[in-house]
């Protein structure tokens, strides 16, 4: 089946390809323009503002904490785990072994 925008025509393979072109789409009416103009000035204050945002004294406090973290559950940040902090077990039914997967909570 074939999807048409409503605004310009422009034919599409699925209705959601078609939904996320007419909400973007230049001659819809309703839609505000967006400007993605990224220039030198908005740059550098995003620059700036990530460099606030992590400060040594925080950057301690977290590597302080992760070590915490990792004294207090040995088992999720082991080398034996693989899988990071997933925890895979798995548990046998009648119909066969099955893997279950747990969060390090």
Known sequence: ????????D?????NRSKGVH???????KSVKP???VRTDDYLE???TSNKLRWTEEERKRKSERML???K?????YSKNNVSGRVKIYEVCSSS??????????
Not at 1 to 8: A, F, I, L, S, V
Not at 10 to 14: D, E
């Open 1 to 8: 089946m074939e999807y048409k925008c409503r605004h310009c």
């Open 10 to 14: 422009k034919s599409f393979g699925s």
């Open 22 to 28: 007419e909400s973007t789409c230049k001659l819809n």
């Open 34 to 36: 967006r400007n993605y």
């Open 45 to 47: 204050r995003m620059r």
């Open 68 to 70: 915490q973290a990792v």
């Open 72 to 76: 207090d559950n040995p088992d999720s």
């Open 96 to 105: 066969g072994p099955i893997k279950l997967k747990e969060n390090g909570n």
